[in-house]
T-cell receptor, first 109, second 122 residues
Framework: GIQVEQSPPDLILQEGANSTLRCNFS?????LQWFHQNPWGQLINLFY???GTKQNGRLSATTVATERYSLLYISSSQTTDSGVYFC???????????FGKGTLLTVNP | GAVVSQHPSRVICKSGTSVKIECRSL??????MFWYRQFPKQSLMLMAT?????????EQGVEKDKFLINHASLTLSTLTVTSAHPEDSSFYIC??????????????????FGPGTRLTVL
């Protein structure tokens, strides 16, 4: 099946800093989603982005499908951005999302 | 839009009892729902795919007789953990797939997740 690798596994920032999270995948995809899992366990949809670039406030994402990676940018980070960020993909005729192991982000005040 | 609820949010039960978890799509109809399991500090592991009106499709290694799934309507799927044991303690999360308009790209299926249910088996 498709493999998803996220980096870095852990990231500690000071409030106000910017960061880039990466997601590499092993095959072509027709669905790529970024999620934020807050400390209470809720997964929040950030982006549906199998290709191209999207922005939503301080967050933006870019997927380069031909090179099989996606980047999530967080600017001017806030303590509420803390949590785990997951990348999940679906490829080919597969109906299932495959999740990466996530990036644990800690933003300190 | 695209809200998925789960009930209960937390449950503690004795070993040997059965626990039912409900997953509802509140503002859209979902022909397909998914059940995941997450251990502490780990990623989500897909357990099964729930299809309205038909049998669930289980992932390899998931016991279908232990984890009973019913998708009785377009807005409700249930997961029943039968004869629960301490090793079944985990965080269970459901998701529902909703067609979303992508404009010129047509429609795509985006998954939306419930808040999860933390199961503790004593």
């Amino acid at each position: 099946g498709i493999q998803v690798e996220q980096s870095p596994p852990d990231l500690i920032l000071q409030e106000g800093a910017n960061s880039t999270l990466r997601c590499n995948f092993s095959d072509s995809v027709n669905n790529l989603q970024w999620f934020h899992q807050n400390p209470w366990g809720q997964l929040i949809n950030l982006f549906y982005i199998p290709s191209g670039t999207k922005q939503n406030g301080r967050l933006s994402a870019t997927t380069v499908a031909t090179e099989r990676y996606s980047l999530l940018y967080i600017s001017s980070s806030q303590t509420t951005d803390s949590g785990v960020y997951f990348c999940a993909v679906r490829g080919g005729s597969n109906y299932k999302l495959t999740f990466g192991k996530g990036t644990l982000l800690t933003v300190n005040p | 839009g695209a809200v998925v609820s789960q009930h209960p949010s937390r449950v503690i039960c004795k070993s040997g009892t059965s626990v039912k978890i409900e997953c509802r799509s509140l503002d859209f109809q979902a022909t397909t729902m998914f059940w995941y399991r997450q251990f502490p500090k780990q990623s989500l592991m897909l357990m099964a795919t729930s299809n309205e009106g038909s049998k669930a499709t289980y992932e390899q290694g998931v016991e279908k007789d232990k984890f009973l799934i019913n998708h009785a309507s377009l807005t409700l799927s249930t997961l029943t953990v039968t004869s629960a044991h301490p090793e079944d303690s985990s965080f269970y999360i459901c998701s529902a797939s909703r067609p979303t308009s992508g404009g010129a790209l047509g429609y795509y299926n985006e998954q939306f997740f419930g808040p999860g249910t933390r199961l503790t088996v004593l």
